[in-house]
């Protein structure tokens, strides 16, 4: 750290020195002996020149020290034969063709998964406030490469510490000087079945910085609404304490003023009353969190050239955004974009998590205010629920509707038939309808029709994966038969088997 040096001059303190030299004060003004006054230049002189030596030494310090990392690496990414001479030059550490067995970045994991939790602080200039303002963790799991992002609104409940999650780092932060997020790490951890590994701390202006350095950002409302927003500048006394924004149906582009306001207004002057709650607010923060992921992806770039850029980028926005990740950490989180599902899972648990009330339960107690609890206090129930959201991740993002036709001439379908795999081993389907139709002499087997137009891949997967079905066909009416009335997203035509 570098400690900056101030000089103050005091004229009071000067004199005060002067009259307990041992030298007689008169009228006159008094000067000190020569011997002394060249001592005091000299020393004075000297300081000046300590001083300079000192700064010097420090930016040398601190040159030494980065080039001596990135020399570390360069050492770690260069490749030897057997008998130890180097038969590649390749010293970029920021391109992955370069990293050996020897340097390899790798991102910290328990039991398979990778977790980030990101927090938006609550704070104002002051620092006054620590409230943790919203709370979001993303997961990556390295097996399946899909993810999830999963918001815990404000009013949720900590058993542990009897006080709603948004306050429980402000109440904690203090205890552990080391780590002042690890309580909140550990209540985090506790509810969602999942060790955190990083954090990332987002204060409001970052948000605004951030979405304004990677050039705005898309949002798509559902509906037309006016958000009720507190006007920052506000006195007590202001005749203006709101702002109002304006937003229209449909996909936007906006600029990091609206996107802070997008994310965060709990209030509405017109449009769906369900905008205003905390729910719907959480559901909009992960809309920017991956609003900002697409325009950062959107860019075609080499993973050398993302590191360089989005390295900067984090740089720029250090003020408003501190996260706990090293360089080599970021590093091996890029090497993950071009394999990893872009598409995460989105969770929020509200009261209608897993069904109206299944897990939890809201209401208002006097010195708690609102707040919503987990109807277990060992949160078990929730995150076996996460759990089965994993396992079944792609039909949770994509909730497909289904519907088979049994043409096989039976009156119903065996219950050793593959389409009873995809009903009852995998969840979070939308419609599952089964009709039984006369025997067909049209085909052959099981035909399987995709009306999404590519937008479900992974329910689509899924289902050839348990039917045993490559082909793929768009035309029910090639074999006499059609789409129903449900909408549906696939079809599954069962003939007979011979």
Same mark, same amino acid.
């Given at each position: 750290?570098?400690?900056?040096?101030?000089?103050?001059?005091?004229?009071?303190?000067?004199?005060?020195?002067?009259?307990?030299?041992?030298?007689?004060?008169?009228?006159?003004?008094?000067?000190?002996?020569?011997?002394?006054?060249?001592?005091?230049?000299?020393?004075?002189?000297?300081?000046?020149?300590?001083?300079?030596?000192?700064?010097?030494?420090?930016?040398?310090?601190?040159?030494?020290?980065?080039?001596?990392?990135?020399?570390?690496?360069?050492?770690?990414?260069?490749?030897?034969?057997?008998?130890?001479?180097?038969?590649?030059?390749?010293?970029?550490?920021?391109? $992955? !063709?370069? *990293?050996?067995?020897?340097?390899?970045?790798?991102?910290? =994991?328990?039991?398979?998964?990778?977790? +980030? @939790?990101?927090?938006?602080?609550?704070?104002?200039?002051?620092?006054?406030?620590?409230?943790?303002?919203?709370?979001?963790?993303?997961?990556?799991?390295?097996?399946?490469?899909?993810?999830?992002?999963?918001?815990?609104?404000?009013?949720?409940?900590?058993?542990?510490?009897?006080?709603?999650?948004?306050?429980?780092?402000?109440?904690?932060?203090?205890?552990?000087?080391?780590?002042?997020?690890?309580?909140?790490?550990?209540?985090?951890?506790?509810?969602?079945?999942?060790?955190?590994?990083?954090?990332?701390?987002?204060?409001?202006?970052?948000?605004?910085?951030?979405?304004?350095?990677?050039?705005?950002?898309?949002?798509?409302?559902?509906?037309?609404?006016?958000?009720?927003?507190?006007?920052?500048?506000?006195?007590?006394?202001? $005749? !203006?304490? *709101?702002?109002?924004?304006?937003?229209?149906?449909?996909? =936007?582009?906006?600029?990091?003023?609206? +996107? @802070?306001?997008?994310?965060?207004?709990?209030?509405?002057?017109?449009?769906?009353?369900?905008?205003?709650?905390?729910?719907?607010?959480?559901?909009?923060?992960?809309?920017?969190?991956?609003?900002?992921?697409?325009?950062?992806?959107?860019?075609?770039?080499?993973?050398?050239?993302?590191?360089?850029?989005?390295?900067?980028?984090?740089?720029?926005?250090?003020?408003?955004?501190?996260?706990?990740?090293?360089?080599?950490?970021?590093?091996?989180?890029?090497?993950?974009?071009?394999?990893?599902?872009?598409?995460?899972?989105?969770?929020?648990?509200?009261?209608?998590?897993?069904?109206?009330?299944?897990?939890?339960?809201?209401?208002?107690?006097?010195?708690?205010?609102?707040?919503?609890?987990?109807?277990?206090?060992?949160?078990?129930?929730?995150?076996?629920?996460?759990?089965?959201?994993?396992?079944?991740?792609?039909?949770?993002?994509?909730?497909?509707?289904?519907?088979?036709?049994?043409?096989?001439?039976?009156?119903?379908?065996?219950?050793?038939?593959?389409?009873?795999?995809?009903?009852?081993?995998?969840?979070?389907?939308?419609?599952?309808?089964?009709?039984?139709?006369?025997?067909?002499?049209?085909?052959?087997?099981?035909?399987?029709?995709?009306?999404?137009?590519?937008?479900?891949?992974?329910?689509?997967?899924?289902?050839?994966?348990?039917?045993?079905?490559?082909?793929?066909?768009?035309?029910?009416?090639?074999?006499?038969?059609?789409?129903?009335?449900?909408?549906?997203?696939?079809?599954?035509?069962?003939?007979?088997?011979?």
């Amino acid at each position: 750290m570098i400690n900056k040096i101030h000089v103050f001059k005091n004229k009071s303190k000067q004199s005060e020195d002067l009259q307990t030299n041992s030298f007689k004060i008169t009228n006159k003004p008094q000067v000190p002996p020569t011997t002394e006054r060249n001592k005091r230049g000299f020393i004075k002189k000297h300081k000046r020149i300590l001083s300079i030596i000192f700064i010097i030494l420090v930016f040398f310090a601190l040159g030494a020290f980065a080039y001596t990392r990135i020399s570390s690496y360069s050492i770690r990414v260069n490749s030897f034969d057997e008998s130890g001479n180097e038969i590649s030059s390749c010293t970029n550490i920021l391109n $992955p !063709e370069c *990293w050996t067995d020897a340097f390899t970045p790798q991102l910290k =994991q328990t039991d398979g998964f990778t977790n +980030a @939790l990101i927090v938006g602080l609550d704070t104002r200039s002051n620092g006054s406030l620590m409230n943790t303002d919203s709370l979001m963790m993303i997961s990556y799991n390295h097996a399946t490469q899909k993810s999830m992002l999963l918001s815990i609104p404000r009013d949720f409940f900590s058993f542990r510490f009897q006080i709603k999650i948004s306050a429980v780092y402000a109440y904690t932060s203090r205890k552990d000087k080391d780590d002042p997020w690890r309580y909140l790490k550990e209540d985090f951890a506790s509810i969602t079945g999942r060790q955190i590994h990083y954090v990332i701390a987002v204060k409001l202006d970052g948000v605004t910085e951030l979405v304004d350095a990677v050039g705005g950002v898309s949002v798509c409302p559902y509906a037309d609404f006016t958000a009720k927003y507190p006007n920052p500048n506000a006195t007590p006394t202001s $005749p !203006e304490q *709101w702002l109002y924004y304006d937003f229209k149906k449909g996909c =936007q582009d906006v600029d990091g003023e609206r +996107a @802070l306001v997008y994310s965060r207004f709990r209030s509405i002057r017109r449009g769906p009353g369900e905008l205003a709650s905390d729910f719907s607010r959480a559901r909009r923060q992960q809309e920017i969190v991956d609003a900002v992921k697409v325009k950062l992806l959107g860019q075609n770039l080499s993973i050398k050239d993302r590191t360089e850029n989005y390295w900067s980028l984090l740089q720029t926005v250090d003020k408003n955004i501190k996260f706990d990740f090293t360089f080599e950490d970021f590093l091996a989180g890029l090497a993950l974009i071009d394999k990893a599902d872009k598409t995460p899972a989105r969770v929020v648990l509200d009261p209608n998590f897993g069904g109206p009330y299944r897990f939890m339960f809201e209401g208002t107690k006097p010195g708690e205010g609102y707040t919503v609890k987990a109807k277990d206090q060992s949160y078990n129930a929730i995150k076996n629920e996460l759990s089965l959201i994993w396992d079944n991740i792609d039909f949770y993002k994509e909730t497909p509707k289904i519907v088979v036709r049994n043409q096989t001439g039976s009156p119903t379908l065996g219950n050793d038939n593959l389409v009873f795999n995809i009903k009852n081993n995998h969840k979070y389907w939308s419609g599952f309808d089964i009709y039984n139709d006369g025997k067909t002499d049209k085909y052959i087997g099981v035909k399987l029709f995709d009306f999404t137009g590519g937008t479900k891949p992974g329910s689509l997967a899924i289902i050839q994966t348990t039917l045993g079905i490559s082909e793929v066909e768009l035309l029910p009416e090639t074999y006499g038969a059609t789409r129903t009335n449900k909408n549906e997203d696939f079809l599954i035509l069962v003939g007979p088997t011979e």
